[in-house]
């Protein structure tokens, strides 16, 4: 009798294992948050791209914004940009893009080709903003506040989806 | 069109899977014959249509059909054919189908390789084998589908992620499946046994076998995915304690121990549950490792797309295959019941204490890694590193380099451990004299690499004792172990000295400007932009030379794949017996052309995978290993003996 307990060990062990990864499976935050969120955006100052000036983080304050990391180079970017397009002429919100990493003539064809949403365009050819937002490719898409907040983050592409269900509803909260 | 085909296999595959599972060990339960019969073309069939399947991914990939999501999302139209055909093991879809071929492949070996048993046990493994193959093709067909299609299909791909694109790449990951799935061999052997009620020395020197392959094909694995981290990662490290790397690992340890314990069972009525435990716990952690990897519970360079479907998925299958096979070894180990005794004075003794050696060094490694989790489970972040994982291991392994050569020394049945201690007193003195001489040689070791380069020194003069007094004409299996303990004395002289005696050097420098570093003077020559293949590269140019001889130009790369908007660093390294020389960019200072270059020198690290490699050949040999029926004659006598207590 005593030996049947001595076999049973090594399923107890198992089961326990077991419960502990099924816990964390479902507690475990895949979706790493930003740690800008609830943090002011960081400072930076770049040139435009087709309205040749220079604007800074202060510039978009007074309204809430959407920052949408671009490039030419990505397909991605290719495939979210109906709805950026969509988004942007809703009117809901302002759509800043940051073309990142690319070359100025690459980027105007590629927005001549598949038409421009956005409300003005930030170049960031060297990377230093995205560094600073903690962008580790595109797209990506910062929700910001009139205060100059980052309230959201979403990683990759935007899809009908998490805009409808997680960037509208927070951009009517901060609208009001 | 293809695609569509490839999806039909695949369903194919899957039916033909549940089959094989279910039919033969029906066929077992209710004694029929003909059902039982079906096992070993069942898993022809199984094979033939996965490895097809698997060529279509292929072929996809190198036809460039965008409209499959899977190839548009690892290849582009600029990546260069050889990669293209390993982009489809590249990413999650096509590895884990690459996975379920590799098991198939498996299982018809094990159904041509099978004649020595009989029909009743050949059908419950090849059944047992066919539940693993079809929870990991429902797997494939429901939780990665590497044939998914995306309508309408974009113009170019994403591309491979450039730290893929890399010969290492192309065979680390088959040979480390291979591996894996091997262990799904002696697994399905201890179930069936388990369901059976009942293993015998035949079967467990079959099983053996292909444990031993196995074992050699994931030591294979681990030695590539070291020196592919080594060479391409930039950083010049050969062993992170990443948690994939430990999910390799893991297994690794059990079916170490596993093999050893064998060696006593298969030539014993004795440790018949032990050898069982071991199996089950070996492929249990191939599992959990695929979990880990799969599921995003943890972060890591070889962590996939997360998605937590996957993760359930795999669980699941874990929570069937290994709660079940522990359940069935709760019911039925009592049965198994080892019969012979075993002296404490003998071979058999020491293997058990091997075996529970690389056990706790399983479970202690597997705790540091699940320790993050555990803590993330209360909401808190913790990692474990290298301090951890390399005291412990370093503590573990003392005993282990101690007691290997006694083990060896010792007779089976019945010897006398002092004899032994006596016949191994002199090679403690001779490794304490080289270790001495080492000491000076290279200058002072610290205690960790003085206590690694003793181990070496014990194994090897002690090994090398054992070779030369061996008696009569040494079969395969002595070989085999030698080679393989040897392994361990080259891999242990050769880490203690890359970890402890290595040089690093981040150095700023200008175009002309010589700097010396251990002895060798390495001479920057400037950066120029070059542009290969699929990526553009700043090439450096560093001529390394000692006392005014030239010995080798060295171009370390910093790549840049367009594509995947990825930097890489590319390190040049100039190997040596003795030593690497490892080059590798920085950063780019100013304007004038001054880089951060990194220089390393790294004594004996070619030694470390050598050794390795030394401990696959003893596997490979140890496999030709044939017992003549006189020494199996003579060991059932020399048994039967000591039951009926006649000695």
């Known amino acids: 009798m005593k030996k049947i307990w001595v076999a049973l060990i090594p399923l107890a062990v198992f089961i326990i294992l077991v419960a502990l990864l099924f816990v964390n499976l479902s507690t475990h935050n895949e979706v790493l948050p930003s740690p800008l969120i609830g943090k002011p955006i960081p400072a930076f100052e770049h040139q435009t791209l087709y309205s040749n000036q220079t604007i800074t983080h202060e510039d978009f304050k007074g309204e809430p914004w959407l920052l949408n990391v671009f490039g030419s180079w990505c397909p991605s970017c290719q495939y979210e940009h109906p709805l950026v397009t969509a988004l942007a002429n809703s009117g809901r919100i302002k759509v800043i893009g940051l073309n990142w990493k690319d070359e100025a003539s690459d980027a105007d064809q590629w927005l001549k080709r598949w038409g421009n949403p956005y409300h003005e365009i930030l170049v960031d050819y060297e990377g230093d903003t995205a560094i600073n937002l903690g962008v580790y490719g595109a797209p990506e898409t910062f929700l910001i506040d009139a205060t100059g907040t980052i309230v959201y983050k979403i990683s990759g592409v935007l899809t009908q989806k998490n805009i409808s269900q997680e960037l509208l509803p927070l951009i009517d909260k901060i609208s009001l | ?647």
Request: charged fraction near 15%; hydrophobic fraction near 50%.
């Open chain 2, 1 to 647: 069109m293809i695609a569509s085909i490839g999806q039909f296999l695949l369903i194919l595959s899957l039916v033909t899977a549940v089959v094989l599972m279910l039919v033969p060990m029906t066929g077992y339960f209710q004694n029929n014959e003909r059902m039982m019969r079906t096992a070993r073309p069942l898993s022809y069939l199984l094979f033939t249509l996965t490895l097809t399947t698997f060529l279509l991914l292929v072929s996809l990939f190198v036809l460039q059909d965008f409209s499959v999501t899977y190839v548009w999302q690892h290849s582009s139209l600029a990546l260069p054919l050889r990669y293209r055909i390993t982009a489809t093991w590249g990413a999650h879809e096509g590895s884990v189908l690459m996975w379920v071929t590799v098991q198939a492949l498996w299982i018809a070996a094990v159904a041509r390789y099978s004649r020595s048993l009989s029909l009743s046990q050949v059908s419950r493994v090849l059944s047992v084998l066919g539940v693993i193959a079809t929870g990991f093709l429902a797997f494939v067909l429901f939780a990665s589908n590497p044939f998914e299609i995306t309508n309408p299909a974009p113009l170019d791909g994403r591309d491979l992620n450039p730290l893929l694109q890399d010969f290492g790449m192309i065979i680390h990951p088959p040979m480390l499946y291979f591996g894996y799935v091997g262990l799904s061999v002696a697994f399905s052997l201890a179930v069936a046994a388990l369901i059976g009620g009942q293993i015998d020395e035949k079967w467990i020197r079959w099983s053996r076998r292909w444990t031993n392959l196995a074992w050699a094909f994931l030591t294979v694995g681990i030695i590539l995915g070291s020196w592919w981290a080594y060479y391409e990662l930039g950083w010049g490290g050969w062993w992170f304690w990443d948690p994939v790397e430990n999910a390799s690992f893991l297994p690794w340890l059990a079916a170490t121990a596993l093999i050893h314990v064998q060696a006593v069972s298969e030539r014993k009525n004795a440790f018949r549950g032990w050898t069982v435990l071991l199996a089950i716990i070996a492929f249990s952690l191939c599992v959990l490792g695929t979990f880990l990897v799969r599921s995003g519970s943890i972060t890591s360079v070889h962590s996939f797309a997360a998605d937590p479907f996957r993760g359930i998925f795999i669980l699941v299958l874990l929570a069937i295959y290994a709660g079940g096979a522990l359940t069935l070894y709760a019911l039925r180990v009592n049965q198994l019941r080892s019969r012979d005794n075993i002296n404490l004075e003998s071979r058999e003794t020491m293997l058990l204490a091997n075996s529970l050696i690389f056990i706790t060094s399983t479970f202690t490694i597997l705790l540091g890694t699940l320790f993050p989790m555990i803590f993330d489970a209360m909401g808190k972040k913790i990692s474990v590193g290298e301090p951890y994982f390399g005291l412990m291991f370093f503590l573990l392994m003392i005993p282990m380099a101690v007691l290997m050569p006694l083990g060896a020394q010792l007779k089976w049945h019945k010897d006398q451990m002092s004899t032994a201690i006596k016949a191994l007193t002199p090679h403690f003195f001779i490794a304490a004299a080289l270790t001495t001489a080492a000491y000076f040689f290279f200058d002072t070791l610290n205690l960790r690499a003085t206590a690694g380069v003793f181990g070496g020194f014990w194994i090897a003069s002690t090994s090398v004792a054992q070779i030369i007094k061996f008696p009569g004409k040494p079969n395969a299996g002595f070989v085999g172990m030698s080679v393989a303990h040897l392994g361990v004395a080259v891999f242990l002289f050769g880490m203690s000295m890359t970890e402890h005696k290595d040089i690093e050097k981040d150095i700023l420098m200008q175009p002309g400007q010589t700097s010396t570093v251990g002895g060798y003077d390495f001479t920057f020559n400037g950066v120029t932009q070059v542009s290969i293949e699929n990526y553009q590269a700043q090439q450096g140019s560093i001529q390394v030379s000692k006392n005014g001889h030239d010995i080798v130009e060295l171009n370390p790369q910093k790549r840049f794949y367009p594509k995947q908007q990825q930097p890489m660093t590319e390190a040049d390294i100039h190997p040596g017996l003795t030593k690497d020389i490892y080059v590798s960019l920085g950063e780019q200072i100013n304007q004038e052309g001054d880089w951060a270059v990194r220089i390393y020198l790294k004594p004996f690290i070619r030694w470390m995978w050598f050794g390795g490699l030394m401990m696959m050949a003893g596997a490979v040999i140890a496999l030709f290993n044939r017992r003549n029926k006189r020494q199996e004659r003579q060991q059932v006598d020399h048994v039967m003996k000591e039951r009926l207590g006649i000695s």
